[in-house]
């Protein structure tokens, strides 16, 4: 295990966009996806924090990566309707560029509506795709890349220590729970090694 958990954030910035950059499918489909113009988009969660892990154990890059969290927001326009288009796009180049990702495109402004409907409590919402990303199920999921000028912007409100230290921590507050977290924390354990799992 590296010990670039305890170097200091400019560091571990560097050695995040170093380990990103190897991944060469990914990199690709976030150049893509710059060019579709999201507002306020990111590619986030798992396929990020995971390179990372996979990296750590010297495997494939995308080894046990499910698919690629796609994220924007667009308070103008809250239609399904619209995810489906962009889903189906970048889905599309995907497959054409034997990419191997599933999809998965959220607008973060209408997913308090999402939720309301799935879970039948009122739910705050979003301010944009920063206050998305902080308020996910762990401090390792809450991370976020996108294109700035062509260069790569991380977004990582809760640090980088827990990536690279492999260490799954709770992100509590109204929205999350117990249950949640449990079902992330043991799909997380199946699929990788030599975790640390604080408890909720």
């Not at 969290?69 to 288009?85: A, E, N, Q, R």
């Not at 301010?127 to 976020?144: K, L, P």
């Not at 997380?188 to 975790?195: E, T």
Request: proline fraction near 4%.
């Amino acid at each position: 295990m590296s010990n670039m958990q305890y170097s200091c954030i400019d560091k571990q910035l560097e050695e995040l966009i170093f380990i990103l950059k190897e991944n060469h499918p990914l990199m690709e489909m976030l150049e893509y996806i710059a060019e579709l113009q999201l507002p306020n988009f990111y590619i986030a969660a798992g396929c990020v924090f995971q390179t990372v892990w996979n990296y750590q154990d010297g495997r494939d890059l995308n080894y046990e990566v499910k698919d690629l969290d796609v994220i924007y927001y667009h308070p103008g326009d809250l239609s399904i309707d619209t995810d489906m288009k962009y889903y189906e796009m970048i889905q599309e180049y995907a497959r054409s560029h034997s990419i191997p990702y599933g999809v998965d495109v959220s607008n973060e402004a209408r997913m308090h509506l999402w939720k309301e409907k799935k879970e039948g409590e009122k739910v705050l919402p979003y301010q944009n795709s920063e206050d998305a990303i902080g308020r996910w199920i762990a401090t390792v999921h809450a991370i976020g890349i996108t294109l700035e000028d062509g260069n790569i912007k991380v977004y990582a409100p809760y640090g980088l220590s827990d990536i690279f230290s492999r260490t799954i921590r709770p992100i509590k507050h109204s929205g999350n729970s117990k249950e949640l977290y449990n079902k992330k924390v043991m799909g997380w354990k199946n699929r990788f090694s030599k975790l640390t799992v604080v408890e909720w």
